[in-house]
């Protein structure tokens, strides 16, 4: 990015105005121990320096996310509430009968929904809207849990890719350890973002920036954009023909 501050600046009002619009009052996010949930903490406290509110949600996670969230917390003076969903996980899946076959996409994304719940939960009692943390990659290529982390009010991140984020993290002083360590969305044991999308980060940021990269890369990437259009858009809704005028 040419100018860094700028883009903070430009972030923190559309941030102001996206929650006033609302009638709303402040901001509620995952503060997951992650680089953009950490940028997206950092943005939405300049904007609402007393009405931000990060809630870390482990749910049988690595405890060194919990200790980068706090970490992120302590360095921009956040409020933080913290609740553990493991309980509530075991619960869903004895409920839903979840077995040892199921596919594992499937069982872990309860976890990120669960999440969801919790945040929208803060942010009805507080009148808070709800801000995601997924950056343009990820937007890109559906890397996100619909009515999870995709189910939020507003996305202050989805104009940048991995290496800007990385820029923005820098800028707004987030502690190096969170900024340095391989992107993950801890829904199962050494799961990394670059593993399960099947490619790096710098080359999913040259494709989209440039149009540049090897065919494989190329064809794979517009094919997860293509198959994940739904997550993007509003669900269909059918019209019969005789209303297709009124």
């Known amino acids: 990015m040419i100018n860094v501050d700028l883009v903070i600046n430009e972030a923190v009002e559309w941030i102001k105005s996206t929650v006033e619009a609302a009638g709303a009052k402040g901001v509620v996010f995952g503060l997951s121990g992650g680089i953009d949930s950490a940028v997206v903490a950092a943005l939405c406290k300049k904007a609402y320096p007393f009405n931000s509110l990060g809630v870390i949600m482990p749910c049988y996670s690595n405890p060194i996310d919990e200790e980068h969230a706090i970490a992120v917390a302590e360095a921009i003076g956040l409020e933080t509430k913290t609740v553990v969903l493991d309980q509530t996980f075991d619960s869903m899946k004895s409920v839903l009968g979840v077995q040892e076959s199921d596919p594992r996409l499937a069982v872990a994304n309860i976890k990120s929904r669960l999440r969801m719940i919790t945040l929208y ?95 494989h890369i190329k064809k794979k990437v517009d094919e997860m954009n293509r198959r994940s259009e739904h997550k993007r ?7 019969p023909s005789e209303k297709q005028n009124i």
């Open 233 to 239: 858009t509003a669900p269909p809704r059918f019209v």
């Open 121 to 215: 939960y803060y942010g009805g009692c507080r009148n808070y809207l709800v801000a995601g943390t997924g950056n343009r990659c990820e937007f890109t290529i559906g890397y996100f849990t619909k009515y999870g982390d995709g189910g939020v009010d507003f996305m202050p991140l989805t104009s940048f890719v991995k290496s800007e984020v990385v820029e923005l993290a820098y800028k707004l002083g987030i502690p190096g350890a969170v900024i340095t360590k391989p992107p993950t969305a801890g829904l199962w044991e050494n799961q990394t973002d670059e593993g399960e999308m099947g490619m790096s980060y710098p080359e999913l940021d040259k494709y989209i920036l440039t149009g540049n990269a090897e065919e």
